[in-house]
């Protein structure tokens, strides 16, 4: 697939880009070449690969199990704020 420097110069007025013709065709050939890499991804053979959620079996940093806990004493979770008020925090 190529695509047309009257092409990019249609997605440039649709993003409301002002480009001189020297910036369309190098941003055509760019285009191009991204695209001709892009199909050549076409060519690697599939067929026997299993799809897959993950890329990895296993994560290579576990995450570690949730240990809820109770804090009963405001004064335990408010000593970190700067500001608050009574037994709630403020945010400003």
Not at 16 to 24: A, G, K, R
Not at 80 to 89: A, E, L
């Amino acid at each position: 697939m190529k695509i047309t420097i009257d092409e990019i110069k249609n997605l440039a007025e649709e993003l409301h880009f002002d480009l001189n013709q020297d910036e369309l065709e190098k941003l055509t050939q760019k285009a191009d070449e991204l695209l001709s890499k892009l199909n050549d991804l076409n060519d690697i053979n599939i067929k026997n690969v299993k799809p897959m959620h993950y890329p990895l079996d296993k994560s290579e940093h576990p995450l570690r199990e949730d240990e809820p806990i109770k804090v009963n004493n405001p004064e335990e979770y408010l000593k970190n704020t700067k500001h608050r008020k009574n037994k709630f925090v403020v945010v400003e």
